[in-house]
Protein backbone atom coordinates (compact mmCIF):
# COMPACT_ATOMS: atom_id res chain seq x y z
CA UNK A 1 0.00 0.00 0.00
CA UNK A 2 2.33 2.30 0.53
CA UNK A 3 5.01 1.18 -2.05
CA UNK A 4 1.64 2.29 -4.28
CA UNK A 5 1.32 5.82 -2.31
CA UNK A 6 4.93 6.25 -3.30
CA UNK A 7 4.61 5.53 -7.03
CA UNK A 8 1.53 7.80 -7.11
CA UNK A 9 3.24 10.83 -5.49
CA UNK A 10 5.99 10.15 -8.16
CA UNK A 11 3.81 10.12 -10.54
CA UNK A 12 1.95 13.53 -9.91
CA UNK A 13 5.38 15.08 -9.73
CA UNK A 14 6.04 13.96 -13.07
CA UNK A 15 2.54 14.84 -14.53
CA UNK A 16 3.01 18.14 -12.82
CA UNK A 17 6.62 18.54 -14.18
CA UNK A 18 4.90 17.86 -17.58
CA UNK A 19 1.76 19.88 -16.98
CA UNK A 20 4.76 22.97 -16.13
CA UNK A 21 6.24 22.44 -19.17
CA UNK A 22 3.32 21.81 -22.00
CA UNK A 23 0.89 24.35 -20.65
CA UNK A 24 2.69 27.80 -21.85
CA UNK A 25 3.35 26.24 -24.95
CA UNK A 26 -0.08 25.19 -25.70
CA UNK A 27 -0.78 28.75 -24.80
CA UNK A 28 2.01 30.60 -26.96
CA UNK A 29 0.70 28.43 -29.66
CA UNK A 30 -2.69 29.34 -28.78
CA UNK A 31 -2.04 33.03 -28.81
CA UNK A 32 -0.50 32.78 -32.26
CA UNK A 33 -3.64 30.96 -34.07
CA UNK A 34 -6.24 32.80 -32.17
CA UNK A 35 -8.24 35.95 -33.78
CA UNK A 36 -7.93 38.19 -30.53
CA UNK A 37 -6.10 36.88 -27.82
CA UNK A 38 -7.73 39.14 -24.87
CA UNK A 39 -11.05 37.52 -25.95
CA UNK A 40 -9.63 34.47 -25.75
CA UNK A 41 -9.93 31.49 -27.97
CA UNK A 42 -14.25 31.96 -28.34
CA UNK A 43 -12.83 34.93 -30.99
CA UNK A 44 -11.85 32.25 -33.44
CA UNK A 45 -8.83 30.82 -35.07
CA UNK A 46 -6.78 32.17 -37.54
CA UNK A 47 -3.75 32.03 -39.04
CA UNK A 48 -3.47 36.10 -40.00
CA UNK A 49 -0.70 36.37 -37.11
CA UNK A 50 1.77 33.68 -38.63
CA UNK A 51 1.16 35.59 -41.96
CA UNK A 52 1.82 38.74 -40.52
CA UNK A 53 5.03 37.53 -38.66
CA UNK A 54 5.90 36.63 -42.29
CA UNK A 55 5.09 39.80 -43.74
CA UNK A 56 6.39 41.89 -40.91
CA UNK A 57 9.98 38.98 -40.16
CA UNK A 58 10.28 37.36 -43.35
CA UNK A 59 13.15 39.38 -44.05
CA UNK A 60 14.63 38.60 -40.62
CA UNK A 61 13.69 34.89 -40.93
CA UNK A 62 15.40 34.50 -44.28
CA UNK A 63 18.37 36.19 -42.74
CA UNK A 64 18.23 33.69 -39.62
CA UNK A 65 18.22 31.08 -42.00
CA UNK A 66 21.13 32.24 -44.55
CA UNK A 67 23.05 33.03 -41.15
CA UNK A 68 22.75 29.38 -39.77
CA UNK A 69 24.00 28.15 -43.34
CA UNK A 70 26.42 30.39 -43.05
CA UNK A 71 27.54 29.27 -39.81
CA UNK A 72 27.02 25.55 -40.70
CA UNK A 73 29.48 25.99 -43.71
CA UNK A 74 32.14 27.52 -41.29
CA UNK A 75 31.82 25.29 -38.71
CA UNK A 76 32.20 22.44 -41.48
CA UNK A 77 35.52 23.95 -42.45
CA UNK A 78 37.27 24.83 -39.79
CA UNK A 79 35.61 22.04 -37.45
CA UNK A 80 36.04 18.76 -39.43
CA UNK A 81 40.06 19.75 -40.10
CA UNK A 82 40.05 20.28 -36.91
CA UNK A 83 38.57 16.86 -35.46
CA UNK A 84 40.97 15.33 -37.71
CA UNK A 85 43.96 16.49 -36.66
CA UNK A 86 43.06 16.28 -33.09
CA UNK A 87 42.31 12.88 -33.30
CA UNK A 88 45.30 11.78 -35.42
CA UNK A 89 47.74 13.27 -32.96
CA UNK A 90 45.53 12.87 -29.02
CA UNK A 91 47.68 14.11 -26.07
CA UNK A 92 47.97 16.80 -23.90
CA UNK A 93 48.62 19.68 -26.02
CA UNK A 94 45.32 18.36 -28.35
CA UNK A 95 43.37 17.91 -24.89
CA UNK A 96 44.27 21.15 -23.79
CA UNK A 97 42.79 22.98 -27.50
CA UNK A 98 39.29 21.13 -27.26
CA UNK A 99 39.12 22.61 -23.46
CA UNK A 100 39.93 26.03 -24.92
CA UNK A 101 37.61 25.78 -28.03
CA UNK A 102 34.61 23.78 -25.82
CA UNK A 103 35.10 27.37 -23.05
CA UNK A 104 32.27 29.11 -24.64
CA UNK A 105 29.75 26.12 -23.65
CA UNK A 106 30.69 27.24 -20.37
CA UNK A 107 30.72 31.09 -20.40
CA UNK A 108 28.01 33.23 -20.71
CA UNK A 109 27.56 34.16 -24.04
CA UNK A 110 27.25 37.83 -22.46
CA UNK A 111 30.34 37.98 -21.05
CA UNK A 112 31.59 36.39 -25.36
CA UNK A 113 29.82 39.01 -27.14
CA UNK A 114 31.42 41.62 -24.45
CA UNK A 115 34.81 40.73 -25.36
CA UNK A 116 34.15 40.38 -29.11
CA UNK A 117 32.67 43.94 -29.16
CA UNK A 118 35.59 45.47 -27.02
CA UNK A 119 38.05 44.51 -29.00
CA UNK A 120 36.37 44.30 -32.85
CA UNK A 121 33.83 47.80 -31.94
CA UNK A 122 36.32 49.77 -33.72
CA UNK A 123 36.59 47.88 -36.95
CA UNK A 124 33.45 49.75 -38.56
CA UNK A 125 32.66 47.56 -40.96
CA UNK A 126 33.45 44.69 -39.60
CA UNK A 127 31.19 45.65 -36.69
CA UNK A 128 28.09 46.65 -38.32
CA UNK A 129 28.02 43.97 -41.72
CA UNK A 130 26.27 40.40 -40.58
CA UNK A 131 29.60 38.76 -40.23
CA UNK A 132 30.28 39.90 -36.90
CA UNK A 133 27.19 37.87 -35.12
CA UNK A 134 28.42 34.90 -37.83
CA UNK A 135 31.50 35.18 -36.24
CA UNK A 136 29.68 34.82 -32.67
CA UNK A 137 27.72 31.85 -33.78
CA UNK A 138 30.62 30.29 -35.34
CA UNK A 139 32.28 30.62 -31.42
CA UNK A 140 29.40 29.12 -29.76
CA UNK A 141 28.33 25.81 -32.48
CA UNK A 142 31.78 25.04 -33.21
CA UNK A 143 32.69 23.08 -30.68
CA UNK A 144 29.67 20.97 -30.62
CA UNK A 145 30.60 20.18 -34.32
CA UNK A 146 34.36 19.12 -33.49
CA UNK A 147 33.27 17.01 -30.61
CA UNK A 148 30.53 15.06 -32.50
CA UNK A 149 32.93 14.45 -35.36
CA UNK A 150 35.67 13.82 -32.88
CA UNK A 151 33.23 11.48 -30.86
CA UNK A 152 32.65 8.96 -34.36
CA UNK A 153 36.35 9.27 -35.54
CA UNK A 154 38.05 8.34 -32.00
CA UNK A 155 35.26 5.06 -32.06
CA UNK A 156 37.40 3.49 -34.72
CA UNK A 157 40.59 2.48 -35.98
CA UNK A 158 41.71 5.17 -37.69
CA UNK A 159 45.76 4.86 -37.79
CA UNK A 160 44.79 1.42 -38.94
CA UNK A 161 42.88 2.29 -42.05
CA UNK A 162 45.08 5.19 -42.98
CA UNK A 163 47.86 3.12 -42.83
CA UNK A 164 46.52 0.52 -45.29
CA UNK A 165 45.64 3.47 -47.79
CA UNK A 166 48.64 4.92 -47.13
CA UNK A 167 50.55 1.43 -48.37
CA UNK A 168 48.66 1.78 -51.16
CA UNK A 169 49.87 5.01 -52.17
CA UNK A 170 47.03 7.04 -51.10
CA UNK A 171 48.17 10.66 -50.67
CA UNK A 172 47.25 11.98 -47.17
CA UNK A 173 44.66 14.25 -49.11
CA UNK A 174 43.07 11.26 -50.69
CA UNK A 175 42.86 9.67 -47.17
CA UNK A 176 41.50 12.28 -45.75
CA UNK A 177 38.31 12.86 -48.64
CA UNK A 178 38.28 8.87 -49.16
CA UNK A 179 38.50 8.21 -45.21
CA UNK A 180 38.37 9.91 -42.77
CA UNK A 181 35.02 12.08 -44.49
CA UNK A 182 33.16 8.87 -45.48
CA UNK A 183 33.55 7.22 -42.16
CA UNK A 184 32.59 10.65 -39.84
CA UNK A 185 29.51 11.23 -41.75
CA UNK A 186 27.41 10.11 -38.78
CA UNK A 187 29.47 12.64 -36.39
CA UNK A 188 29.30 15.22 -39.31
CA UNK A 189 25.25 14.98 -39.69
CA UNK A 190 24.63 14.68 -35.89
CA UNK A 191 26.79 17.82 -35.73
CA UNK A 192 25.18 19.91 -38.36
CA UNK A 193 21.90 19.31 -37.17
CA UNK A 194 23.34 20.68 -33.73
CA UNK A 195 24.74 23.65 -34.87
CA UNK A 196 21.83 24.92 -37.50
CA UNK A 197 19.43 24.39 -34.84
CA UNK A 198 21.75 26.10 -32.03
CA UNK A 199 22.49 28.53 -34.98
CA UNK A 200 18.92 29.61 -35.31
CA UNK A 201 17.64 29.60 -31.77
CA UNK A 202 20.93 31.71 -30.75
CA UNK A 203 19.69 35.34 -28.82
CA UNK A 204 22.51 36.28 -26.29
CA UNK A 205 25.38 36.61 -28.56
CA UNK A 206 22.98 38.15 -31.36
CA UNK A 207 21.28 40.36 -29.10
CA UNK A 208 24.49 41.81 -27.93
CA UNK A 209 26.08 41.58 -31.66
CA UNK A 210 23.36 42.85 -33.21
CA UNK A 211 23.13 46.45 -35.22
CA UNK A 212 20.38 48.33 -36.84
CA UNK A 213 21.34 47.08 -40.45
CA UNK A 214 22.12 43.70 -39.87
CA UNK A 215 18.69 43.04 -37.96
CA UNK A 216 17.52 39.90 -36.42
CA UNK A 217 14.84 39.39 -33.47
CA UNK A 218 14.66 35.97 -32.67
CA UNK A 219 11.75 36.91 -30.45
CA UNK A 220 9.51 38.37 -32.83
CA UNK A 221 8.60 34.91 -33.85
CA UNK A 222 8.13 32.95 -30.65
CA UNK A 223 5.63 30.67 -32.17
CA UNK A 224 7.21 29.35 -35.52
CA UNK A 225 10.16 29.15 -33.31
CA UNK A 226 8.69 26.79 -31.11
CA UNK A 227 7.53 25.13 -33.95
CA UNK A 228 11.07 24.52 -35.39
CA UNK A 229 11.89 23.33 -31.97
CA UNK A 230 9.68 20.62 -31.11
CA UNK A 231 10.92 18.73 -34.32
CA UNK A 232 14.36 19.54 -33.37
CA UNK A 233 15.29 18.17 -29.80
CA UNK A 234 16.15 14.86 -30.71
CA UNK A 235 19.98 15.34 -32.52
CA UNK A 236 20.56 18.53 -29.60
CA UNK A 237 19.83 15.54 -27.02
CA UNK A 238 21.98 13.30 -28.34
CA UNK A 239 24.85 15.48 -28.72
CA UNK A 240 24.59 16.48 -24.86
CA UNK A 241 25.30 12.89 -23.86
CA UNK B 1 53.45 17.16 -48.37
CA UNK B 2 54.47 14.50 -45.45
CA UNK B 3 51.72 13.21 -43.24
CA UNK B 4 53.02 15.78 -40.16
CA UNK B 5 52.67 18.76 -42.45
CA UNK B 6 49.25 17.63 -43.73
CA UNK B 7 47.68 16.95 -40.21
CA UNK B 8 49.27 20.62 -38.77
CA UNK B 9 47.69 22.42 -41.91
CA UNK B 10 44.23 20.37 -40.81
CA UNK B 11 44.38 22.31 -37.57
CA UNK B 12 45.64 25.63 -38.77
CA UNK B 13 42.13 26.72 -39.59
CA UNK B 14 40.69 26.39 -36.11
CA UNK B 15 44.20 27.58 -34.31
CA UNK B 16 43.71 31.22 -36.48
CA UNK B 17 39.92 30.94 -35.30
CA UNK B 18 40.10 30.89 -32.03
CA UNK B 19 43.40 32.90 -31.42
CA UNK B 20 41.33 35.57 -32.97
CA UNK B 21 37.90 35.14 -32.00
CA UNK B 22 38.24 33.81 -28.70
CA UNK B 23 41.75 34.19 -26.93
CA UNK B 24 42.56 37.71 -27.72
CA UNK B 25 38.60 39.15 -26.60
CA UNK B 26 39.07 37.06 -23.66
CA UNK B 27 42.52 38.69 -22.76
CA UNK B 28 41.01 42.56 -23.87
CA UNK B 29 38.04 41.70 -21.88
CA UNK B 30 40.41 41.36 -18.80
CA UNK B 31 42.37 44.00 -19.76
CA UNK B 32 39.10 46.28 -20.22
CA UNK B 33 37.91 45.35 -16.40
CA UNK B 34 41.16 47.03 -15.08
CA UNK B 35 41.13 50.16 -17.58
CA UNK B 36 38.58 51.70 -15.17
CA UNK B 37 38.30 54.54 -12.75
CA UNK B 38 39.02 52.52 -9.47
CA UNK B 39 41.61 50.52 -11.55
CA UNK B 40 42.10 46.60 -10.79
CA UNK B 41 39.88 47.39 -7.25
CA UNK B 42 36.81 47.41 -9.78
CA UNK B 43 37.08 43.59 -8.12
CA UNK B 44 36.72 45.22 -4.91
CA UNK B 45 33.44 47.26 -5.78
CA UNK B 46 31.47 43.85 -6.81
CA UNK B 47 31.55 42.95 -3.29
CA UNK B 48 31.66 46.38 -1.62
CA UNK B 49 28.86 48.52 -3.14
CA UNK B 50 25.19 47.48 -2.25
CA UNK B 51 24.52 47.62 -5.72
CA UNK B 52 26.46 44.35 -7.20
CA UNK B 53 26.58 42.76 -3.91
CA UNK B 54 22.70 42.80 -3.49
CA UNK B 55 22.27 41.72 -7.08
CA UNK B 56 24.71 38.86 -7.13
CA UNK B 57 22.95 37.60 -3.46
CA UNK B 58 19.67 37.60 -5.06
CA UNK B 59 21.03 35.70 -8.68
CA UNK B 60 23.10 33.20 -6.42
CA UNK B 61 19.47 32.79 -4.17
CA UNK B 62 17.47 32.58 -7.30
CA UNK B 63 19.83 30.29 -9.07
CA UNK B 64 20.24 28.14 -5.99
CA UNK B 65 16.25 27.81 -5.57
CA UNK B 66 16.28 26.44 -9.26
CA UNK B 67 18.68 23.86 -8.62
CA UNK B 68 17.17 22.45 -5.19
CA UNK B 69 14.00 22.39 -7.16
CA UNK B 70 15.16 20.80 -10.46
CA UNK B 71 16.74 17.95 -8.72
CA UNK B 72 13.99 17.50 -6.97
CA UNK B 73 11.52 16.91 -9.70
CA UNK B 74 13.40 15.86 -12.15
CA UNK B 75 15.08 12.90 -9.82
CA UNK B 76 11.77 12.05 -8.47
CA UNK B 77 10.15 12.13 -12.54
CA UNK B 78 13.55 10.20 -13.57
CA UNK B 79 13.29 7.50 -11.13
CA UNK B 80 10.19 7.30 -12.06
CA UNK B 81 10.63 7.34 -15.80
CA UNK B 82 13.37 4.52 -15.79
CA UNK B 83 11.99 1.90 -13.29
CA UNK B 84 8.13 1.70 -14.69
CA UNK B 85 7.31 1.29 -17.91
CA UNK B 86 4.25 2.23 -19.20
CA UNK B 87 2.61 3.55 -21.80
CA UNK B 88 2.63 7.05 -22.99
CA UNK B 89 6.52 6.83 -20.91
CA UNK B 90 7.64 7.84 -24.31
CA UNK B 91 5.36 11.21 -24.81
CA UNK B 92 6.12 12.23 -21.20
CA UNK B 93 9.45 12.16 -21.95
CA UNK B 94 9.76 14.12 -24.94
CA UNK B 95 7.54 16.62 -23.13
CA UNK B 96 10.16 16.74 -20.14
CA UNK B 97 12.97 17.56 -22.59
CA UNK B 98 11.08 19.43 -24.62
CA UNK B 99 12.79 23.05 -23.33
CA UNK B 100 16.02 21.88 -24.72
CA UNK B 101 15.68 22.99 -27.76
CA UNK B 102 14.08 26.98 -26.65
CA UNK B 103 16.14 29.44 -27.02
CA UNK B 104 16.23 31.67 -22.96
CA UNK B 105 13.63 34.16 -24.78
CA UNK B 106 11.79 32.25 -25.31
CA UNK B 107 10.93 30.43 -22.26
CA UNK B 108 10.58 34.16 -20.83
CA UNK B 109 7.79 35.06 -23.28
CA UNK B 110 6.22 31.37 -21.77
CA UNK B 111 6.36 32.49 -18.54
CA UNK B 112 4.72 35.94 -19.40
CA UNK B 113 2.15 34.20 -21.22
CA UNK B 114 1.51 32.00 -17.88
CA UNK B 115 1.90 34.67 -14.88
CA UNK B 116 1.85 38.04 -16.74
CA UNK B 117 -0.73 40.32 -16.63
CA UNK B 118 -3.05 38.68 -19.67
CA UNK B 119 -1.44 35.74 -18.36
CA UNK B 120 -3.79 32.32 -17.39
CA UNK B 121 -3.40 32.34 -13.77
CA UNK B 122 -4.87 35.94 -13.83
CA UNK B 123 -7.55 35.30 -16.04
CA UNK B 124 -8.19 31.98 -14.31
CA UNK B 125 -7.97 33.31 -10.46
CA UNK B 126 -9.96 35.79 -8.96
CA UNK B 127 -8.08 39.39 -8.09
CA UNK B 128 -4.68 40.26 -9.52
CA UNK B 129 -2.05 37.61 -9.32
CA UNK B 130 0.93 38.60 -12.29
CA UNK B 131 4.39 36.54 -10.85
CA UNK B 132 6.44 36.81 -14.07
CA UNK B 133 8.16 39.76 -13.48
CA UNK B 134 9.03 38.88 -9.64
CA UNK B 135 11.56 36.73 -8.72
CA UNK B 136 9.26 34.04 -8.17
CA UNK B 137 8.38 34.06 -12.13
CA UNK B 138 12.45 34.40 -12.78
CA UNK B 139 12.44 31.03 -10.46
CA UNK B 140 10.31 29.31 -12.85
CA UNK B 141 11.80 30.37 -15.90
CA UNK B 142 15.14 29.01 -15.00
CA UNK B 143 13.25 25.82 -13.89
CA UNK B 144 11.63 25.56 -16.79
CA UNK B 145 14.91 25.00 -18.67
CA UNK B 146 16.90 22.96 -16.21
CA UNK B 147 14.49 20.49 -15.32
CA UNK B 148 15.37 19.08 -18.76
CA UNK B 149 19.26 19.33 -18.49
CA UNK B 150 19.33 17.69 -15.35
CA UNK B 151 16.26 15.34 -15.85
CA UNK B 152 18.77 13.49 -18.78
CA UNK B 153 21.66 13.41 -16.40
CA UNK B 154 19.77 11.92 -13.90
CA UNK B 155 17.97 9.21 -15.87
CA UNK B 156 21.39 8.59 -17.58
CA UNK B 157 22.80 7.46 -14.00
CA UNK B 158 19.39 5.75 -13.07
CA UNK B 159 19.37 3.29 -15.84
CA UNK B 160 23.02 2.60 -14.48
CA UNK B 161 21.39 1.44 -10.67
CA UNK B 162 21.15 -1.73 -9.90
CA UNK B 163 17.21 -2.36 -8.71
CA UNK B 164 18.45 -5.38 -6.89
CA UNK B 165 19.86 -3.18 -4.29
CA UNK B 166 16.39 -0.96 -4.01
CA UNK B 167 15.18 -4.75 -3.41
CA UNK B 168 17.46 -6.04 -0.75
CA UNK B 169 17.30 -2.47 1.14
CA UNK B 170 13.04 -3.23 1.24
CA UNK B 171 13.52 -7.10 2.43
CA UNK B 172 15.23 -6.09 5.02
CA UNK B 173 12.09 -3.87 5.87
CA UNK B 174 13.57 -0.44 5.15
CA UNK B 175 10.50 1.97 4.07
CA UNK B 176 10.40 3.60 1.03
CA UNK B 177 11.79 6.44 2.83
CA UNK B 178 14.87 4.89 3.76
CA UNK B 179 15.20 3.25 0.57
CA UNK B 180 15.38 6.74 -0.94
CA UNK B 181 17.77 8.39 1.72
CA UNK B 182 20.19 5.57 2.05
CA UNK B 183 19.96 3.54 -1.34
CA UNK B 184 18.63 5.78 -4.09
CA UNK B 185 20.42 9.50 -3.10
CA UNK B 186 23.80 7.89 -2.74
CA UNK B 187 24.02 6.02 -5.78
CA UNK B 188 23.11 8.62 -7.79
CA UNK B 189 25.13 11.19 -5.74
CA UNK B 190 27.64 11.75 -8.67
CA UNK B 191 24.87 13.20 -11.04
CA UNK B 192 23.30 14.87 -8.98
CA UNK B 193 25.77 17.11 -8.18
CA UNK B 194 27.12 16.98 -11.63
CA UNK B 195 23.36 18.10 -13.01
CA UNK B 196 23.51 20.25 -9.83
CA UNK B 197 26.35 22.14 -10.96
CA UNK B 198 25.02 22.47 -14.65
CA UNK B 199 21.96 24.10 -13.52
CA UNK B 200 22.99 26.53 -11.41
CA UNK B 201 25.69 27.60 -13.61
CA UNK B 202 23.13 27.90 -16.39
CA UNK B 203 20.70 29.65 -14.16
CA UNK B 204 23.91 32.11 -12.79
CA UNK B 205 24.42 33.04 -16.61
CA UNK B 206 20.69 33.03 -18.05
CA UNK B 207 20.38 36.30 -20.25
CA UNK B 208 17.88 35.66 -22.28
CA UNK B 209 15.09 34.67 -20.15
CA UNK B 210 16.35 37.44 -17.52
CA UNK B 211 16.12 39.63 -20.32
CA UNK B 212 12.56 39.32 -20.63
CA UNK B 213 11.38 38.88 -17.27
CA UNK B 214 13.65 41.12 -15.24
CA UNK B 215 12.17 44.47 -15.54
CA UNK B 216 12.27 45.02 -11.91
CA UNK B 217 14.54 43.37 -10.18
CA UNK B 218 18.43 42.80 -11.16
CA UNK B 219 20.23 39.53 -11.58
CA UNK B 220 23.98 39.75 -12.97
CA UNK B 221 23.58 38.96 -16.49
CA UNK B 222 21.03 42.19 -16.82
CA UNK B 223 23.68 44.48 -14.91
CA UNK B 224 26.45 43.44 -17.21
CA UNK B 225 24.20 44.77 -19.80
CA UNK B 226 22.85 47.91 -18.52
CA UNK B 227 26.18 49.02 -17.29
CA UNK B 228 27.39 48.00 -20.73
CA UNK B 229 24.95 49.92 -23.11
CA UNK B 230 23.11 52.44 -20.71
CA UNK B 231 25.81 53.42 -18.17
CA UNK B 232 28.71 52.78 -20.69
CA UNK B 233 30.46 51.25 -17.28
CA UNK B 234 32.75 49.31 -19.70
CA UNK B 235 35.48 48.39 -16.50
CA UNK B 236 32.69 47.27 -14.34
CA UNK B 237 30.56 45.47 -16.84
CA UNK B 238 33.84 43.51 -17.74
CA UNK B 239 34.89 42.56 -14.36
CA UNK B 240 31.28 41.20 -13.64
CA UNK B 241 31.20 39.26 -16.94
CA UNK B 242 35.00 37.83 -15.90
CA UNK B 243 33.79 36.66 -12.59
CA UNK B 244 30.18 35.09 -14.06
CA UNK B 245 32.40 33.48 -16.55
CA UNK B 246 34.62 31.79 -14.01
CA UNK B 247 32.30 30.79 -11.52
CA UNK B 248 30.20 28.94 -14.50
CA UNK B 249 33.33 27.49 -16.09
CA UNK B 250 34.29 25.99 -13.05
CA UNK B 251 31.05 24.67 -12.03
CA UNK B 252 30.59 23.10 -15.58
CA UNK B 253 34.27 21.83 -14.92
CA UNK B 254 33.08 19.96 -12.31
CA UNK B 255 30.34 18.56 -13.72
CA UNK B 256 32.37 17.04 -16.21
CA UNK B 257 34.66 15.52 -14.33
CA UNK B 258 32.01 13.68 -12.38
CA UNK B 259 29.77 12.60 -15.19
CA UNK B 260 32.29 13.10 -18.53
CA UNK B 261 29.39 14.74 -20.84
CA UNK B 262 29.44 18.09 -21.95
CA UNK B 263 26.34 20.05 -21.49
CA UNK B 264 26.06 23.58 -22.84
CA UNK B 265 25.35 26.97 -20.63
CA UNK B 266 22.46 29.48 -22.57
CA UNK B 267 19.00 30.05 -22.19
Request: aromatic share 10%.
Amino acid sequence: MLKSKTKLLQLFVTLSACAFLLVPTILSVMAGLTANYFKGISSGLTLKWVYQVWELYADSIFLSMWLALACLICTLLIGLPAAYGLARHPGWLSRLLEEFISLPLAVPGLALALALLQLYGSMKGFRVSWTFILVGHVLYTLPFMVRSILAVLAAMDLKTLEEGAASLGASPWQRFRDIVVPNAMPGILAGALTVVTLSIGEFNLTWMLHTPTSKRFPWGLPTAMLLCAWKLPRPIRSSFS
Amino acid sequence: MNNRTFVMACLTPLLVFSLAFLALPLIRLFLASGEGDAGWAVYLDILRKPRYLNTLILTVLVSLATTFAALAVSTTAGMFLVRNRFRGRGSLLAVLTLPLAFPGVVIGFLIILLGGRQGLVNQITPGHVVFAYSALGLFLGYLYFSIPRVLLTVMAAAEKLDPALEEAARTMGANPYSVMKDVIIPGLMPSLIASGAIAFATAMGAFGTAFTLATNIDVIPMVIYTEFTLSANIAMASALSIVLGIITWILLLIARSLTGSTVAGGG
